[in-house]
């Protein structure tokens, strides 16, 4: 799959691509459903498949602090779009300027002159350009004067449900990862670097991995049982807690930190992948650090019980 980072390099595709455009934050299984059915067009048409994503996503930019948390980050969902059929994936960068052009320079320039695409595939929901007056009824209108056909995603369901990034959001606010993870068809995950904190962990005897979430919002928050790959080749165990550590500072921003069960290694600076397992609890703030570490042990014999079950 090629990284295209920019309009400016996007070169002219003389042959033309089929093209799906969208934030995909999740990479969920609707998503792949979506893509899959692209590549089939692809084949057909002897095109390559191009997906278009935006960074930051669009409410990102106009809500800052207050858009949706974000479940996966660019980085993340390169890692998942290289597992699906696509051969170029296309990063425009979302700012004010490119808000505000005219959805008709959008078609006219991007989708016909640049990428020449010859199927196109939407939410029927989707909007572009000043004021958001491009919509789905103009695509569909200028794909007829430029013989481009345009199609809506419909709606991928599992057990009645529509999956969405809303949907799998709100699973795991709730804390429900089983439903998350039947919605993305993988379990719910995060990537990062493990970084340098302050050693609080390792002043009361559970040292941890801090781990950059780079993201505004965190989609999850409290105590979890979780496993980390990403060290040589192992799967590695451990207590995570995403939040503000209220015991200590409560900061607003939410921070990753896991404490890895029986593991003594430095890895600072690598990059790991922690999954989340199960919810043991919400945060709380405790009275004294005597309190907190009594609830820590709790929390890795929790942790220990729900991960030996596998």
Partial sequence: MRLIRGLEQLQPMTKGCVLTIGNFDGVHLGHRAVIEKLAQQGQAFGLPVVVMVFEPQPLEYFLRDNAPSRLTRLKEKVTHFQKLPIDDLLIVRFNQAFADSDPKYFIDEILVNRLNVKFLVVGDDFHFGKARCGNFALLKETGKIYGFHVQDTHSFEIEEQR????????????????????????????????????????????????????????????????????????????????????????????????????????????????????????????????????????????????????
């Fill in 163 to 310: 999956v969405s990034s809303t949907l799998i959001r709100d699973a795991l606010n709730a804390g429900d990862l089983a439903t998350a993870e039947k919605l993305l068809g993988r379990p719910y995950s995060v990537c990062g670097k493990v970084v340098h904190g302050d050693k609080r962990g390792r002043s009361i005897g559970f040292p941890t991995a801090n781990i950059e979430l780079q993201r505004e919002n965190a989609p999850v928050r409290g105590v979890f049982a979780v496993t980390m790959t990403g060290i040589d080749d192992g799967v590695y165990v451990g207590v995570a807690n995403v939040g503000s550590r209220p015991t200590f500072d409560g900061g607003t921003k939410a921070i990753l930190e896991v404490h890895l069960l029986n593991f003594d290694q430095d890895i600072y600076g690598q990059e790991v992948e922690v999954h989340f397992k199960e919810k043991i609890r919400n945060e709380v703030r405790f009275q004294s650090i005597d309190e907190l570490k009594q609830q820590i042990h709790k929390d890795v014999a929790s942790a220990q019980q729900i991960l030996a079950k596998g």
